[in-house]
């Protein structure tokens, strides 16, 4: 298990020298798509808050371990108050519905900010990010709407060289500087394009980069931050009146590292509950479940079963996320806009 924990160590320090993936992934972004895309921000009619926990790898020490918390909610009196969308108050009707899909009209434009808290630990190496978006909604045709985000913040990170033993004449030049901790600024930008019954979006996080060990003068122990980009999208398909198939992708490219893509299908039950599956590109397959509890609170799960050498040493990933609808004036038991 040392020698395990040690290559692991290894093999992250690599990743971040080589320019690798630097962002912690997620097996429910299609729940909160607010984590990859600031455009998101403001798209319901009501508060959308997540808080989330990620335990990946369990059982090996020292495994990537995610926590975050996001909060968006729109302004603009007249999409707030409905739109040609919208429910009337106290409307029980299943916004999944058909009827739904064929009367649905672009939203009102409107505003939508929101804040984004995220720590990621994996061994002694630690990140906390903290992000405030803003995003303009706008009808471009009858039914479709493209809204254009920003958000802007810190990334702080930091390397715990007490937990660091190298040998008695070794001398590591990336951490003998005491360089150890970092705040930097932090830039993203999105696209999000949406009806009743699809979505794309196009989004790039970490757009400035950042040089992590200023006081290093070789290359090889240089580490900079890299931006990643993605690309999502999604369709609602209805395979009865209460029951949906909504499958949906993700492409994530990142500099120095292959193309990654995840690809999901999620079975929706009225505005109850989900199950669903997914699978990323020679890393791992997932399950996700989740319930609609009432118009104020949802949960989700998901399991991911690593398919890489890992395999053999770890029990897999589980994360969860609790939902909470605020302000819902129209008591919407799932989201309208965000499927």
């Given amino acids: ?106 939203a009102e434009p409107h505003h939508g900010v929101g804040i984004s808290i995220m720590k990621d630990k994996a061994a002694q190496i630690s990140q906390t990010n903290i992000n405030l978006s803003y995003a303009y909604h706008l009808g471009i045709s009858y039914k479709l709407n493209l809204a254009v985000g920003v958000a802007a913040g810190i990334n702080a990170n930091s390397l715990n060289v007490q937990d660091i033993t190298l040998g008695s004449s070794a001398i590591d030049p990336a951490i003998a500087s005491n360089n150890v901790r970092q705040i930097k600024p932090d830039l993203s930008l999105g696209l999000w394009a949406y009806t009743s019954g699809y979505y794309l979006g196009l989004s790039v996080k970490q757009l400035l980069k950042q ?58 039950f009225k505005d109850r509950f989900w199950l669903g599956a997914g699978y990323r590109h020679k890393d791992s397959y997932s399950a996700l479940a989740g319930f609609n509890i009432s118009s104020l609170l949802s949960v989700g799960y998901a399991y991911d079963r690593t398919v890489s050498e890992l395999n053999s040493v770890t029990n897999g990933t589980h994360e969860v996320v609790l939902g909470l609808f605020l302000n819902n004036k129209y008591k919407v038991t799932c989201p309208m806009r965000t499927f």
């Avoid at 495994?63 to 108050?81: D, E, H, K, M, Y």
């Avoid at 106290?90 to 009209?105: K, V």
């Fill in 211 to 268: 040089d992590y060990n200023n006081n290093s003068t070789s290359v090889n122990y240089q580490s900079e931050s890299v931006p990643h980009y993605y690309l999502t999208g999604g369709v609602k398909l209805f395979l009865s009146e209460s029951i949906t198939m909504i499958p949906s992708a993700l492409l994530k490219k990142v500099a120095a590292a292959p193309l990654n893509f995840d690809a999901n299908a999620k079975f929706a």
């Fill in 1 to 106: 298990m040392r020698k395990l924990l040690i290559l692991f160590v290894f093999t992250l320090v690599l990743e971040l020298s080589a320019k690798a993936q630097q962002l912690p992934q997620y097996t429910q972004y299609v729940l909160n798509n607010y984590l990859l895309n600031p455009a998101v921000s403001g798209i319901e009619n009501y508060a959308d808050v997540k808080v989330g926990h990620r335990q990946q790898w369990t059982g090996l020490e020292g495994a990537p371990v995610t926590s975050f918390f996001t909060a968006n909610l729109p302004i603009g009196r007249r999409f707030l108050q409905g739109d040609a969308a919208s429910m009337s108050a106290g409307s029980y009707s299943n916004p999944m519905s058909r009827s739904f899909t064929l009367n649905y009209r672009a």
